[in-house]
């Protein structure tokens, strides 16, 4: 079970890349509102703290966008949600670079892509994830 400490950074999977997400850091920053599963993890997530978007698939996948979480947890849709105020990176990090770092390439997320939302990054892994960015 994670604790606050585990936890130096949280990580939303999306699909596809959102629409509303503009193309690259100049667009500035965008609060979307991503569901959640429903597990103690809600009760770790608090306002101000750093997250990225992961975006899933066969094109491109990795890290899109980074920013924070902008919302306490809420139900909306019949299940949990949080907004999160992400700016969209000039390129995706690319899941095949992180997996050949030392430092990342054990995040939950490339240990288990099928794994729900929120995710997280250890302290050791967002460190060497943000020197990338």
């Known amino acids: 079970m994670l604790t606050e400490a585990d936890v130096a950074c949280w990580l939303l999977?999306?699909?596809?890349?959102p629409a509303e997400l503009p193309d690259g850091?100049?667009?500035g920053a965008v609060v979307l509102s991503r569901c959640l599963r429903r597990s103690y993890r809600l009760g770790l997530l608090?306002?101000?703290?750093?997250?990225?978007?992961?975006?899933?698939?066969?094109?491109?996948p990795g890290v899109a966008a980074v920013g924070r979480i902008a919302s306490h947890v809420r139900e909306e849709g019949?299940?949990?949600?949080?907004?999160v105020e992400?700016?969209?990176?000039?390129?995706?990090v690319p899941r095949a670079?992180?997996?050949?770092d030392p430092a990342v390439?054990?995040?939950?997320?490339?240990?288990?892509?099928?794994?729900?939302?929120?995710s997280h990054l250890r302290p050791r892994e967002w460190a060497a994830?943000?020197?990338?960015l």
């Open 46 to 60: 608090r306002v101000g703290q750093p997250c990225v978007l992961w975006v899933s698939g066969r094109v491109d």
């Open 25 to 27: 850091p100049a667009a």
């Open 78 to 83: 019949g299940g949990p949600a949080v907004d």
């Open 86 to 92: 992400l700016t969209a990176l000039a390129d995706v």
């Open 97 to 100: 670079e992180l997996l050949l």
């Open 105 to 118: 390439g054990s995040a939950e997320v490339l240990r288990m892509p099928a794994g729900s939302n929120p």
């Open 13 to 17: 999977k999306s699909s596809g890349r």
């Open 129 to 132: 994830l943000s020197r990338r």
